[in-house]
């Protein structure tokens, strides 16, 4: 060893003399190699610290107006929105039609327009009651920088499905369905703060709606189909068998949007010859039809026709009355669901009172002649 040890450098370590130098040199190389790594370790592990930013104005702005929302403090979120809706468009920007069950999770600054700016835009993510994110994009203006910044137009343009309930409806507030031009094809729109919503969800004991929470994030939404279903038919059946009497009151062979009616009426003493007009025309009842309700439009279908018999008496005194026997066909009658929860039966296309049909449009012939 001591040959071996002349040989080396002055700059190598002479090696161990013994098993417990060797020991110790082996140990120590160890120690120090596990005392790098472990600091290394720790080293590439520790948390860098972050100093955190303090949220911009407008983020600020923006959190102010989320947290009004939440508390359903409407006149607050107004006063920082621009492009406020009014009237019937406004209907749902009440306290009772807001919910609590989403939250926000970031407000951003993403872009400012110049050093001391007076437009931006801000990202939001809010969250659902169903757990998800939904972003959100809001420009936001003053017209210096010394004034608050004011949310432009951060609403939802909501329109609805044309189905059998004559009112739209969303967390609970119930609207009636607003009137609209025959010739105007775009749905009724109406505004809706952010939030989650609940369409169709407080319904009658008459009808069932399949109805999921629905986020609203900006934009345009159009509420989806929802399924609805007759829970008690004997109500619609009653709604028929009103409309029926209704109709059976009419002192006429014809009325549009009847289930019944006729537009000859023979003689009964001469065959070949049709009534020109009668001084008397009486419908009664036999029997109603029997009907069932099925799919979102709530279409009525006869399981039974019904029966009806119309008497008629003609012009010239002692003119013997002519009776002829009717059905009642339902098939173009349907039903829907008014805001106060009765059953309205109505026409096909003709959801209005009955007298206000035009009868050149809706005619029925149903008797046997």
């Known amino acids: 060893m001591d040959d071996v040890r002349g040989l080396l450098p002055d700059y190598v370590d002479p090696l161990p003399r013994n098993r417990a130098d060797i020991w110790y040199f082996v140990t120590r190389r160890r120690f120090v190699a596990t005392l790098i790594v472990a600091l290394l370790a720790v080293w590439l592990l520790w948390p860098t610290p972050v100093t955190a930013e303090e949220p911009t104005d407008s983020e600020v702005r923006v959190s102010e107006f989320f947290a009004a929302l939440q508390r359903r ?7 920082m929105t621009s492009g406020v809706p009014a009237g019937a468009d406004a209907g749902f920007l009440t306290p009772s039609a807001m919910s609590d069950d989403w939250r926000v999770k970031t407000v951003r600054d993403e872009y400012r327009f110049g050093d ?31 004034d608050p910044w004011i949310l432009e137009d951060p ?67 159009t509420v989806a189909v929802p399924d609805l279903r007759m829970v008690d038919e ?55 039809p029997i009907v069932t309700v099925a799919g979102n439009n ?39 669901v008014l805001p106060d929860g009765r059953l309205q039966v109505y026409p096909e296309g003709y959801a209005g009172a009955l007298l206000d049909v035009d009868e050149t449009l809706i005619e029925r012939r149903t008797c046997d002649v």
């Open 73 to 79: 403090d409407v006149d607050t979120a107004m006063s």
């Open 234 to 288: 004997s109500a619609a059946q009653r709604a028929v068998n009103a409309y029926v009497d209704e109709c059976a009151a009419l002192p006429a062979l014809q009325v549009g949007g009847c289930p019944f009616g006729t537009d000859r009426v023979p003689d009964p003493e001469d065959d070949e010859r049709l009534f020109d007009d009668a001084s008397k025309v009486e419908w009664e009842v036999v029997e109603y």
């Open 155 to 221: 609403f939802t343009l909501v329109s609805f499905p044309m189905i059998a309930l004559a009112y739209v409806e969303a967390n609970g507030v119930r609207l009636p369905e607003p009137t609209q031009d025959p010739s105007d094809y775009e749905p009724p729109q109406f505004a809706m703060f952010p939030g989650s919503y609940r369409f169709y969800s407080d319904v009658d004991s008459l009808i069932e709606v399949g109805s999921e929470p629905t986020m609203l994030a900006g934009g345009v939404h």
């Open 298 to 336: 709530l279409n009525l279908t006869d399981r039974q026709r019904g029966a009806i018999r119309l008497t008629v008496t003609g012009v010239d005194p002692g003119t013997e009355a002519a009776v002829l026997d009717c059905q009642i066909l339902t098939d173009r009658l349907s039903v829907r």
């Open 116 to 146: 001391e700016p007076v437009e931006v835009d801000v990202s939001v993510t809010l969250v659902g009651a169903d757990g998800y994110d939904y972003p959100m994009w809001l420009l936001l203006t003053r017209d210096s920088v010394d």
